[in-house]
């Protein structure tokens, strides 16, 4: 019996899903599957759920996660900084892991709200490259417990959906 390992691709067959292999500061068009993913779904979308805008929350989650692992891009920077208010943009930065002299930066312009935000992302997305993924951002904003948490997490997904049918086409 022969056994092969390839190593050098730099897709994943085990988890069926993009694998970075560079650094990229550049945005890129990746097309994310939803095939591979579609059981996971199925299983998390029937747990149930003590409160009605917790499980519609996870059931978010659940449809976000199809994009996990997909670069995020200026669209969607754009759709975050028009939910996130003001006070938590800080906090948001931290949980970015974005260095506190870059933050104090794009507060002290005279900027708006939406605007210093999406700086905020798009600094973030130009300081990780193909690690700025979409994963990350879901991670940050759920630990800040936005309020309209569910309204972003729609927005967020009907953004992704619109662009990877861009991407296909």
Not at 24 to 53: F, K, L, M, R
Not at 127 to 134: F, Q
Not at 149 to 169: F, G, K, N, V
Request: hydrophobic share 35%; charged share 30%.
């Amino acid at each position: 019996m022969l056994i092969t390992f390839n190593y050098i691709s730099s897709y994943c067959e085990q988890y069926q899903r993009p694998v970075p292999t560079q650094r990229s500061t550049s945005y890129e068009n990746i097309h994310c599957t939803e095939d591979p993913y579609q059981e996971i779904v199925e299983e998390d979308d029937h747990q149930p759920s003590g409160n009605a805008e917790d499980g519609e929350v996870e059931s978010l989650q659940s449809q976000v996660v199809l994009y996990e692992y997909c670069v995020t891009t200026p669209a969607l920077h754009q759709c975050i900084a028009e939910h996130l208010v003001d006070e938590k943009r800080d906090e948001f930065g931290k949980l970015l892991k974005v260095p506190k002299n870059l933050r104090l930066q794009i507060e002290t312009r005279d900027d708006n709200v939406i605007d210093k935000t999406a700086k905020l992302l798009d600094l973030w997305h130009e300081r990780n490259g193909r690690n700025a993924t979409v994963g990350v951002l879901v991670d940050a904003l759920l630990k800040l417990h936005l309020e309209e948490s569910t309204l972003l997490l729609t927005d967020m997904l009907e953004m992704l959906r619109i662009d990877d049918a861009q991407s296909e086409a």
